[in-house]
């Protein structure tokens, strides 16, 4: 009975074929080297490369970005729930007096 068993589909695997991991870990040993006796300069840390990286990775975050969009501020939010707030009384009580 196909109605409550659905079958998932296969999960994306893609090996890389022309790959050699050896070589790969040769480059970063040498390059290691090179930085640790001086004929590189060293890497250094920059919080800029990692600033945003989050956001590029979440599909709302990223789209609330492109739009332009602010969120709301707690004022905003404050007033709106004073106002709800204020028009269930009036309804719960027929009167504008607390």
Known sequence: M???KTREPRKFHHPYIYINERKEK?????ERAKRELGMLPPKEF???DIRGTFV????HLRRRKESGR????WGV??????????IWHYLLTGSFRF
């Open 2 to 4: 196909a109605l409550f």
């Open 26 to 30: 040769l480059k970063a040993i040498e």
């Open 46 to 48: 920059n919080p800029e």
């Open 56 to 59: 590029k990775g979440t599909k």
């Open 70 to 73: 602010k969120p709301m501020k």
């Open 77 to 86: 939010a404050l007033i709106i729930i004073g106002a709800l707030l204020f």
